[in-house]
């Protein structure tokens, strides 16, 4: 069997959220993480992050599935 070196791979959209995804992430910590030292206040700006964070996400996905990615962030954040 012959390989055709002219076809194109159709793009991974699962490649593309992921990368699109980590790229909001790291903006929106690096973004927060600026603020709070402009402010000199890293406790008050991570509950105003956490409360729209959990708000938002009960509202998207319910309590549950919220619950479980807020336990599997501060399990990561052991890790480290």
Known sequence: MSINK??????DKIQFKKAKYERIRDEIESLLFNYASSQEDLWAV????GRFSAMNLK???GKE???EFFETCIETQKDF
């Open 6 to 11: 002219n076809i194109i791979p159709f793009p």
């Open 46 to 49: 991570s509950l105003a992050a």
């Open 59 to 61: 509202r998207i996905d």
């Open 65 to 67: 599935k919220s619950l």
